[in-house]
């Protein structure tokens, strides 16, 4: 089994199945595989492809799968096609061919490995913890959190709509507001200042340049800088890597809001 797209690896590796490629988003892990997976790896090597040129036909061919996993691999009719002639493929199951709700991907996933049982229990496991850590944190009710990456100082500050991916925020009591997906510099004040805590998905690098920007610094203690591998388990949105959000993100949270 070879997993196509960008985030499948997750799905499968979750419900115990071990494919024999997977393909690297970002990140450069061993095994296209990022920390909070790794354990399911076991000792199995994967082959890692790329899709910065497109799915690369050749080397999924030469892999031999009995089955593609091609969800959030930027599907269209004829590369589907293409893929289907080696061995069966799974698609995504909605219009966005890349990143339809993580949730989707996972019962599809679950389903066509025959584990639809155990997938859709880890996905209530998930949402319990979510909605468990916010009874817990009464503090969390009703205050303002924006989930936001890029650089300022560049004009690139982006921020992640109310929506499947902040849905983990919603379920710890926060409010996600409805803002531009884009910040411009003569915005940023305002905009960052409405909040109650920001949440910059963010590695070190990037997060000496955002503490070194004047308008963020200024935002004190509301700044959470989740770091590498947080960041990177936030931007996922897996059944694996939102347990590690469940683990680290909420202790972050009560800090930054005292």
């Known amino acids: ?37 790794a354990p399911a790896l076991g000792g199995a090597q994967p082959a890692v492809l790329h899709l910065d040129n497109g799915l690369d036909f050749e080397a999924i061919t030469a892999l031999n799968p009995d089955l593609i996993i091609a969800t959030n691999a930027g599907l269209d009719r004829d590369t589907y096609t293409r893929l289907a002639n080696v061995a069966p493929t799974l698609a995504q199951s909605g219009p966005d061919a890349f990143f339809e709700p993580w949730k989707d991907q996972a019962r599809a996933i679950g389903a066509v490995v025959f584990k639809n049982d155990e997938m859709q229990q880890l996905i209530t496991d998930i949402d319990n913890r979510f909605t468990t850590l916010g009874a817990e944190n009464a503090v969390f009710e009703g205050k303002r959190a924006l989930l936001l990456h890029g650089d300022p100082a560049a004009g690139d500050l982006v921020t992640t709509p109310p929506g499947w991916r902040t849905e983990f925020l919603t379920q710890l009591g926060f409010d996600v507001p409805e803002v531009d997906p884009t910040i411009p510099r003569d915005r940023m004040a305002e905009v960052l200042g409405a909040a109650d805590v920001l949440i910059w998905t963010a590695d070190d690098a990037e997060i000496a340049a955002l ?48």
């Open 211 to 258: 503490s070194a920007d004047p308008i963020v610094a200024e935002q004190g203690p509301r700044n959470v800088f989740t770091g590498r591998d947080l960041g990177a388990a936030i931007t996922f949105s897996s059944p694996l890597s939102l347990a590690m959000v469940a683990d680290r993100l909420p202790p972050m949270l009560r800090t930054a809001l005292g």
């Open 1 to 37: 089994m070879v997993s196509a797209g960008l985030t499948g690896q997750d799905c499968l590796l979750a419900v115990g199945v071990i494919p024999i490629g997977v393909t690297e988003w970002f990140g450069g892990q061993p095994f296209g595989v990022w920390p909070w997976a």
